[in-house]
């Protein structure tokens, strides 16, 4: 019961204040009928969202996700003046559904004295207290039938800071963080995951609340399923424990969280079973080491391929790992440590095959063949200089790594440019190096989230933004811009387009490419046209 839930956060609080970090050391299956299973860009998803233009009239091309699984959206990060609300969005015929999160903070009637006090701002006779506050995350409807005037149709919110989200059909999955901070004056509150229809939020039933033994944070990740098509069904569940990498696809959402056991580092894994708004806990497992991101997960056949890096902090025998585990989280097979003293930067699952970038000094890219999940084993491997930190399919012969280049110097390695390589994975026993390009001094979103990927397989070509450092004696100089990047059998070809303002993402329509300022205070969009 709800008592129970409290009463356990209460002890953790006190294992907190005597170590930072403290462990939720007796927290279980806080839902009693559970204890039995222990444990977006653009949408395209119909025809009616695809040739939407508002005209009746089919629409010309126009980019789609960077997605890991085909059949599940990941949204469009937009460009937003505040620094605290953030903001993502999907498209569903003439609807916009915006997600993200905001933070509500307190509000009182005060004297213009109280401006001076830490954490607040006087604006207009009220008193905003920054240090007293509430973040929740939300799914906004709009209808944008009349293009010029957009509609708030429907509102949807849950506690804590946005994590991540996903589309289905006409389903939006939202998952978010909740937890405690001690500048949000939470020893006054319950604690307890709050969802509802903007202003009027609920508790969660306490049989929609659990979590896992041994959390060793007081962090829950709410998950939140909205139809999007009539706004009416509605459903959400929250558990402790596993609020870190998120993998989904069109039936099971997976979500991880990490702890420690006898010095070891070991990954916790959640599965929920996804069915329009039933979200239903399937089964809890585990695996040694942590992950690096959500494709280092994938579901083939009802079982979980995950890859980890087994750190070992200071000792300088790090290992990696690729695990198979069933449909009830139990591990079936196994590789054996790979890559030593190396750690995991990149995965791609294609089939019954994983690729596996790694790095220390050099980038080598494994492959493990997982037709038998029983038995996963390395067939070939190549190395190169830097290292790629995504992986992307060009075609079933080819991958393309977007990532850094390195240099040594007298204090190590370090990064000092972007990274684009053509791999020839044709031969799963002899992989090759087709291609590489180099770019010293230059950065990308590329680098950190596949999002900022643009892939237009109509006209063979992905897009990604930059920016390049160039130093001088006199002046040092900054450019931006986005590169337009070609495979073409066994080389890349590369051309810049140079914007006038830093630039974070790319998308195109028709035979333009459209890049958006990612100023705070500018709303411009350059376009180009690609020949």
């Not at 916009?96 to 009637?109: C, F, H, N, R, W």
Request: charged share 30%; proline share 2%.
């Amino acid at each position: 019961d709800y008592d129970e839930l409290k009463n356990e956060i209460k002890e953790a609080e006190k294992e907190r204040e005597k170590e930072y970090g403290g462990i939720l050391k007796n927290f279980g299956i806080i839902s009693k009928s559970s204890a039995a299973v222990a444990d977006g860009e653009i949408s395209a998803e119909s025809s009616d969202a695809a040739n939407a233009t508002g005209t009746g009239e089919k629409a010309e091309s126009f980019a789609s996700t960077n997605k890991q699984v085909d059949a599940v959206d990941v949204s469009k990060i937009l460009p937003d003046e505040s620094y605290f609300n953030f903001s993502e969005m999907y498209i569903y015929g003439d609807k916009l559904i915006a997600v993200g999160s905001k933070t509500e903070y307190e509000e009182k009637k005060a004297k213009e004295e109280d401006e001076e006090a830490d954490g607040s701002d006087y604006v207009d006779g009220i008193y905003y207290n920054y240090y007293e506050g509430e973040t929740y995350s939300y799914i906004y409807s709009y209808d944008i039938s009349d293009r010029s005037n957009p509609e708030l149709v429907d509102k949807y919110e849950q506690s804590g800071y946005y994590n991540s989200s996903r589309m289905i059909g006409t389903y939006v999955y939202l998952i978010s963080t909740y937890g405690r901070s001690y500048y949000y004056g939470y020893k006054n509150r319950d604690f307890i995951p709050c969802a509802g229809d903007g202003e009027e939020k609920e508790e969660l039933a306490i049989n929609d609340i659990c979590g896992v033994d041994g959390a060793e944070y007081e962090r829950y990740s709410v998950i939140g399923a909205v139809d999007v098509k009539n706004g009416k069904s509605k459903k959400t569940k929250a558990i402790i424990g596993v609020n870190e990498q998120i993998y989904c696809n069109e039936k099971n959402l997976y979500l991880t969280g990490t702890y420690y056991k006898d010095d070891t580092e070991y990954t916790r894994i959640v599965k929920y079973s996804l069915d329009g708004t039933d979200i239903d806990l399937k089964a809890s497992g585990k695996a040694k080491g942590s992950v690096n991101d959500q494709f280092s997960m994938d579901e083939k056949d009802g079982n979980l391929r995950i890859a980890l890096t087994d750190y070992r902090w200071g000792v300088g025998k790090d290992k990696n790992y690729l695990y198979v585990l069933d449909k009830n989280l139990e591990i079936i097979g196994q590789t054996e440590g790979f890559a030593k003293n190396e750690h995991i930067e990149a995965v791609r699952f294609i089939g019954d095959t994983a690729y596996v970038i790694t790095f220390e000094r050099t980038d080598p890219l494994f492959i493990i063949d997982l037709k038998n999940p029983k038995e996963p084993k390395i067939t070939g491997e190549v190395k190169i200089d830097g290292f790629s930190s995504s992986l992307t399919p060009i075609d079933e012969n080819t991958l393309l790594g977007i990532g850094f280049c390195t240099s040594d110097e007298e204090w190590g390695v370090v990064r000092d440019g972007l990274k684009l390589v053509l791999f020839d994975i044709s031969d799963k026993n002899n992989p090759k190096v087709l291609d590489e390009y180099e770019f010293k001094n230059y950065n990308s979103d590329a680098q950190y989230s596949h999002k900022a990927i643009t892939i237009n397989n109509e006209d063979g070509y992905f897009a990604i933004p930059f920016e390049h450092y160039s130093y001088d004696d006199e002046e040092d100089e900054v450019t931006f811009g986005a590169m337009v990047i070609r495979a073409d059998k066994d080389s890349l070809s590369v051309k810049k387009y140079y914007t006038d303002e830093r630039v974070n993402r790319c998308t195109y329509i028709g035979n333009y490419l459209y890049v958006p300022s990612a100023e705070w205070d500018s709303h411009g969009v350059f376009s180009f046209e690609i020949q």
